[in-house]
């Protein structure tokens, strides 16, 4: 009889374990899908910097305070 090949050795039951997609290592249950706080935190802050792209800042003396932008209130 061969040993039957499922679960080994009582695993973690719940996820398929992922990896962290920064590191590697396997994801944390609290920082899903991340193995860290410090893997998350890492992460999001590329996506803030990602999300808050800075429009040229060499160019600053363009529609400014001009006071074009009341309409309405
Ligand atoms: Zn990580």
Known sequence: ????DKA????P???PGRL????GKTEAH???????RRCADIDLGRWLRGAYVVPDQ????EEGEGGA?????
């Open 30 to 36: 609290d920082f899903r899908p991340f193995c860290s």
């Open 20 to 23: 962290c997609p920064l590191c």
């Open 1 to 4: 009889m061969k040993p039957v």
């Open 8 to 11: 080994p050795g009582g695993g």
């Open 69 to 73: 932008g009341f309409s309405g209130e």
């Open 13 to 15: 039951g719940q996820g």
């Open 58 to 61: 060499s160019d600053t003396s």
